[in-house]
């Protein structure tokens, strides 16, 4: 089952961001762009790469409005834990959410069970609230920042812009399709 315009459901978690504990919820992400990045487990090896890969790349996803959410099904104290011990993770600025009761894996569909762990998915959220993009990787496979950063530009593009779709390797600025009525009946 596709998981495209299924709204996130409400949620309250424990976060660690700016070397503190904090609440995130639902509302804080409505009427915004956002970004969960759920990843297996802190203190293991793909996991800072892809970290490190989007806090290099956080300020442009602040420049368009997005928020980046890491989601591991770890506590808050072990992400703190981790952000004390790592060169990479010292770096994030953006919150990290604990999810050790498996909510969210579970309502974004990515929790393995016989692991206790979340599959390395990423999701786009809309500022209603509702997934309008998501891949799920195999474990051993890291994702690239540079990659979401223009998913997420061409997700916000169609949502102001419905009646437009983006080509594969749409950038801002370049040309964008308006479906016809022609060739979709031709299919």
Request: with cysteine; net charge negative; charged share 25%.
């Amino acid at each position: 089952m596709s998981l495209i315009n299924k709204e996130v459901a409400d949620f309250t978690v424990k976060a660690f961001l700016n070397n503190e504990f904090t609440d995130v919820s639902k509302k804080d992400v409505l009427g915004k762009w956002s970004v969960f990045f759920f990843y297996p487990a802190d203190f293991t090896f793909v996991c800072p790469t892809e970290l490190e890969d989007l806090q290099n790349n956080y300020a442009e996803f602040q420049s368009i409005g997005c928020e980046i959410y890491s989601v591991s099904t770890d506590s808050h104290f072990v992400h703190k834990a981790w952000h004390d011990h790592s060169e990479r993770i010292s770096k994030l600025q953006y919150p990290m959410l604990a999810d050790p009761t498996h909510a969210l894996s579970v309502d974004f569909d990515v929790y393995i069970e016989d692991a206790g762990q979340a599959e390395r998915g990423t999701f786009i959220v809309n500022p209603d609230g509702k997934i309008v993009a998501y891949e799920v990787n195999a474990g051993n496979v890291g994702r690239n920042a540079e990659e979401l950063l223009r998913k997420v530009k061409a997700c916000q593009f169609v949502y102001e812009h419905g009646d437009e779709v983006c080509p594969a390797k749409w950038q801002p600025g370049a040309e964008t399709l308006k479906p016809s009525l022609d060739l979709v009946g031709a299919l």
